[in-house]
Protein backbone atom coordinates (compact mmCIF):
# COMPACT_ATOMS: atom_id res chain seq x y z
CA UNK A 1 0.00 0.00 0.00
CA UNK A 2 3.14 2.35 1.33
CA UNK A 3 4.56 1.38 -1.91
CA UNK A 4 1.54 2.54 -4.07
CA UNK A 5 0.85 5.53 -2.91
CA UNK A 6 4.75 6.07 -3.44
CA UNK A 7 4.34 5.12 -7.03
CA UNK A 8 1.36 7.14 -7.41
CA UNK A 9 3.02 10.32 -6.26
CA UNK A 10 5.90 9.46 -8.83
CA UNK A 11 3.16 9.54 -11.47
CA UNK A 12 1.25 12.29 -10.10
CA UNK A 13 5.11 13.94 -10.77
CA UNK A 14 4.94 13.01 -13.99
CA UNK A 15 1.47 14.04 -14.73
CA UNK A 16 2.27 17.29 -13.78
CA UNK A 17 4.97 17.46 -16.43
CA UNK A 18 2.21 16.32 -19.38
CA UNK A 19 3.70 13.00 -18.95
CA UNK A 20 0.82 10.97 -20.98
CA UNK A 21 2.23 7.26 -20.24
CA UNK A 22 2.03 8.51 -16.64
CA UNK A 23 -1.53 9.19 -17.45
CA UNK A 24 -2.24 6.30 -19.07
CA UNK A 25 -1.00 4.50 -16.17
CA UNK A 26 -3.42 5.59 -13.93
CA UNK A 27 -6.50 5.64 -15.74
CA UNK A 28 -5.62 1.68 -16.60
CA UNK A 29 -5.09 1.44 -12.90
CA UNK A 30 -8.53 3.20 -11.44
CA UNK A 31 -11.17 3.07 -14.24
CA UNK A 32 -12.57 -0.12 -13.09
CA UNK A 33 -11.96 0.82 -9.39
CA UNK A 34 -14.50 4.16 -10.27
CA UNK A 35 -16.90 1.96 -12.61
CA UNK A 36 -17.37 -0.14 -9.25
CA UNK A 37 -17.81 2.79 -6.64
CA UNK A 38 -19.95 5.09 -9.01
CA UNK A 39 -22.27 1.87 -9.89
CA UNK A 40 -22.58 1.63 -6.23
CA UNK A 41 -24.39 4.45 -5.86
CA UNK A 42 -25.97 5.16 -9.11
CA UNK A 43 -26.79 1.69 -10.88
CA UNK A 44 -27.05 2.56 -13.90
CA UNK A 45 -23.59 1.06 -16.46
CA UNK A 46 -23.83 3.88 -19.07
CA UNK A 47 -23.95 6.54 -16.23
CA UNK A 48 -20.87 5.18 -14.24
CA UNK A 49 -18.55 4.54 -17.45
CA UNK A 50 -19.12 8.55 -17.92
CA UNK A 51 -18.99 9.56 -14.33
CA UNK A 52 -15.40 7.05 -14.51
CA UNK A 53 -14.26 8.88 -17.96
CA UNK A 54 -15.31 12.40 -16.48
CA UNK A 55 -12.91 11.99 -13.48
CA UNK A 56 -9.89 11.62 -15.93
CA UNK A 57 -10.57 14.21 -17.98
CA UNK A 58 -10.95 16.47 -14.75
CA UNK A 59 -7.59 15.17 -13.53
CA UNK A 60 -5.58 15.94 -17.33
CA UNK A 61 -7.50 19.00 -17.17
CA UNK A 62 -6.36 19.58 -13.84
CA UNK A 63 -2.91 18.12 -14.05
CA UNK A 64 -0.82 21.34 -12.92
CA UNK A 65 -2.09 22.41 -9.88
CA UNK A 66 -5.42 20.77 -8.15
CA UNK A 67 -4.16 17.94 -7.06
CA UNK A 68 -1.89 19.05 -4.13
CA UNK A 69 -1.27 16.53 -1.43
CA UNK A 70 -0.21 13.41 -3.22
CA UNK A 71 -3.11 10.90 -2.99
CA UNK A 72 -4.69 10.36 -6.02
CA UNK A 73 -6.78 7.54 -5.30
CA UNK A 74 -8.73 9.96 -3.00
CA UNK A 75 -8.75 12.53 -5.17
CA UNK A 76 -10.16 10.37 -8.35
CA UNK A 77 -12.82 8.20 -5.85
CA UNK A 78 -14.06 11.73 -4.13
CA UNK A 79 -14.30 13.29 -7.62
CA UNK A 80 -17.00 10.50 -9.21
CA UNK A 81 -18.68 10.01 -5.24
CA UNK A 82 -19.38 13.89 -6.08
CA UNK A 83 -20.37 13.57 -9.67
CA UNK A 84 -22.76 10.44 -8.78
CA UNK A 85 -24.26 12.15 -5.79
CA UNK A 86 -24.76 15.16 -8.41
CA UNK A 87 -26.40 12.96 -10.79
CA UNK A 88 -28.89 11.15 -8.66
CA UNK A 89 -29.90 14.65 -6.99
CA UNK A 90 -30.61 15.77 -10.55
CA UNK A 91 -31.92 12.70 -11.36
CA UNK A 92 -34.68 13.50 -8.43
CA UNK A 93 -34.84 16.90 -9.77
CA UNK A 94 -36.17 15.90 -13.06
CA UNK A 95 -38.89 13.48 -11.31
CA UNK A 96 -40.13 15.95 -9.43
CA UNK A 97 -40.31 18.31 -12.07
CA UNK A 98 -42.22 15.60 -14.48
CA UNK A 99 -44.88 15.43 -11.65
CA UNK A 100 -45.72 18.78 -11.73
CA UNK A 101 -45.81 19.04 -14.94
CA UNK A 102 -48.06 16.06 -14.93
CA UNK A 103 -50.36 17.48 -12.44
CA UNK A 104 -50.51 20.88 -14.08
CA UNK A 105 -51.79 18.63 -17.37
CA UNK A 106 -54.47 17.47 -15.14
CA UNK A 107 -55.68 20.91 -14.12
CA UNK A 108 -56.76 21.18 -17.77
CA UNK A 109 -59.33 18.51 -17.70
CA UNK A 110 -60.98 19.67 -14.50
CA UNK A 111 -60.92 23.50 -16.27
CA UNK A 112 -62.92 21.99 -18.95
CA UNK A 113 -65.61 19.97 -16.46
CA UNK A 114 -66.70 23.25 -14.61
CA UNK A 115 -66.90 25.28 -17.97
CA UNK A 116 -69.00 22.34 -18.75
CA UNK A 117 -70.98 22.53 -15.58
CA UNK A 118 -70.40 18.53 -15.84
CA UNK A 119 -68.89 18.14 -12.08
CA UNK A 120 -71.00 14.90 -11.83
CA UNK A 121 -68.63 13.17 -13.57
CA UNK A 122 -65.66 14.71 -11.43
CA UNK A 123 -67.38 13.81 -8.70
CA UNK A 124 -67.84 10.07 -10.00
CA UNK A 125 -64.29 9.68 -10.70
CA UNK A 126 -63.37 10.98 -7.13
CA UNK A 127 -65.40 7.90 -6.35
CA UNK A 128 -62.39 5.83 -8.15
CA UNK A 129 -59.99 7.06 -4.92
CA UNK A 130 -59.69 4.42 -2.21
CA UNK A 131 -57.86 6.52 0.22
CA UNK A 132 -59.76 9.57 1.63
CA UNK A 133 -57.09 11.33 2.48
CA UNK A 134 -55.83 11.60 -0.99
CA UNK A 135 -59.40 12.00 -2.11
CA UNK A 136 -59.40 15.18 0.24
CA UNK A 137 -55.86 16.71 -0.83
CA UNK A 138 -57.36 16.49 -3.92
CA UNK A 139 -60.32 18.09 -4.05
CA UNK A 140 -58.93 20.67 -2.20
CA UNK A 141 -56.21 21.35 -5.05
CA UNK A 142 -58.48 21.03 -8.10
CA UNK A 143 -61.79 21.88 -6.56
CA UNK A 144 -61.01 23.98 -3.76
CA UNK A 145 -58.10 25.40 -6.11
CA UNK A 146 -55.63 25.78 -3.27
CA UNK A 147 -52.23 25.24 -3.81
CA UNK A 148 -49.46 23.10 -2.62
CA UNK A 149 -48.16 25.05 0.05
CA UNK A 150 -51.99 26.40 0.72
CA UNK A 151 -52.94 22.40 1.41
CA UNK A 152 -49.90 21.50 3.15
CA UNK A 153 -50.28 24.00 5.50
CA UNK A 154 -53.79 23.16 6.27
CA UNK A 155 -52.98 19.99 6.77
CA UNK A 156 -49.83 20.45 8.63
CA UNK A 157 -47.91 18.39 6.53
CA UNK A 158 -45.08 18.60 4.06
CA UNK A 159 -45.24 20.06 1.16
CA UNK A 160 -43.80 16.77 -1.01
CA UNK A 161 -46.35 14.53 0.95
CA UNK A 162 -49.26 16.78 -0.78
CA UNK A 163 -47.14 16.01 -4.32
CA UNK A 164 -47.19 12.08 -3.37
CA UNK A 165 -50.92 12.34 -2.62
CA UNK A 166 -51.74 13.99 -5.86
CA UNK A 167 -49.65 12.40 -8.19
CA UNK A 168 -50.86 9.06 -6.70
CA UNK A 169 -54.36 10.27 -6.75
CA UNK A 170 -53.96 11.28 -10.68
CA UNK A 171 -52.35 7.93 -11.50
CA UNK A 172 -55.40 6.34 -10.22
CA UNK A 173 -57.95 8.72 -11.98
CA UNK A 174 -56.36 8.27 -15.42
CA UNK A 175 -56.40 4.62 -15.21
CA UNK A 176 -60.26 4.43 -14.26
CA UNK A 177 -61.02 7.17 -16.87
CA UNK A 178 -58.87 5.73 -19.38
CA UNK A 179 -61.38 2.75 -19.00
CA UNK A 180 -64.69 4.59 -19.52
Known amino acids: ?12 DQLKGDDLSAFNLLYERYRKAL ?14 YELAHDAFIYLW ?21 SR ?41 ALSYIPSPATRNIFEMRFIQEMSYREIADSKSMNINTVYVHINAAIKILRKKLRKT
Open 1 to 12: MLEDNHENAQLL
Open 35 to 48: FIYAFRIVKDEQVC
Open 61 to 81: QKRSGAIRDKNISSYLFSYVK
Open 84 to 124: SLNYLRDQNNKKLNALINSEEQAEHPNYELKNNSDTSILHE
